[in-house]
């Protein structure tokens, strides 16, 4: 049955993991300043889901694909910096929205947000052995049954998304009193942190 004590525990494991400044949190905050709040929001679901789906195969102890994911972290550490460079290079190639406006913020389906953010997040295979300690320490002795295993990977996908609310709450607060020009220089240099991350995911692709 529903374990409410193990939910808010995986809640708190799922904001801690969510919570380090890294590639996702920049892309969310330039995200939620570009296009705003409901954009944002889609890139903060998409990595909740991405964590949620990792700590599935953590607790339901689905070796062969956690095996699969890590025996081919390679090339997917290649495509997440390539397309982490390509959305810094964007950003820094915008131009003055004045100038610019309609193409600067060209209207997009959030879902596509939620969905690059899902495959970013799935780019990063050493996060299952992250999961794995993590549920090592919440087991019960006798094992994760299905219910618990359920209780645990609602309580992580609960946690991340209220750490990416108050993210994305408090960037569209900033997003209310910051003039175009200064987003727009926001913007580039997220876009330079972005493209420096991705330079970092494409040498860990290739080294090997």
Known sequence: MFDPSLFVRSALIGMAIAAPVGPM???CMKTTLTRGARHGMAIGAGIALGDGIYAAVAALGLAGLSGFMLAHQQPLHLAAGLFLLWLGL???MRRDPGADAPAALAPRNPLRDLAAAVLL???NPPTI???SAVFAAL???AGFRLAEALSTVAGVVAGSLIWWAMVVGVTSALRGVLGPRLRL????????ALAGLGLVEVGRGLKG
């Open 139 to 141: 087991t019960p002795a």
């Open 90 to 92: 964007k950003a820094l």
């Open 121 to 123: 997040t799935l780019t």
């Open 185 to 192: 220089w926001i913007d580039r240099v997220s876009g330079l």
């Open 129 to 131: 052995i992250m999961f």
């Open 25 to 27: 949190s920049v892309l």
